[in-house]
Nanobody
Framework: QVQLVESGGGLVQPGGSLRLSCAASGFPFPFSMYSMSWYRQAPGKERELVAR????????NYVDSVKGRFTISRDNSKNTGYLQMNSLKPEDTAVYYC???????????WGKGTLVTVSS
């Protein structure tokens, strides 16, 4: 059974940091073959792409609002992806979801999300 399990969310003050993890298991192909993305959905808003790291790790993209503050990475030996979030702002408050997809497939795998709340 394919699973993506996010962890690391919580309550943090503005300017603080969090590191999200996404543990993958049960994939039909090696985890390294999957592009991995982080999305977020704030209350009353649509889900948006935050960051993506292409299979192989050579191509990384960020939404403009997090550039310079967030870093996406992956450890294929651990089947795990990460999102390091620094200088957090209240507008970063959202449920963060992990997504995995092989570039040649239309099948998307999603985690259940982890809540990040940035508030003083």
């Amino acid at each position: 059974q394919v699973q993506l399990v996010e962890s690391g969310g919580g309550l943090v003050q503005p300017g603080g940091s969090l590191r999200l993890s996404c543990a993958a298991s049960g994939f039909p192909f090696p985890f390294s073959m999957y592009s991995m993305s982080w999305y977020r959905q704030a209350p009353g808003k649509e889900r948006e792409l935050v960051a993506r790291i292409i299979s192989g790790g050579g191509n990384i993209n960020y939404v403009d609002s997090v550039k310079g503050r967030f870093t996406i990475s992956r450890d294929n030996s651990k089947n795990t992806g990460y999102l390091q979030m620094n200088s957090l702002k209240p507008e970063d408050t959202a449920v963060y979801y992990c997504n995995a997809r092989r570039p040649t497939s239309v099948v998307n795998y999603w985690g259940k999300g982890t809540l990040v709340t940035v508030s003083s």
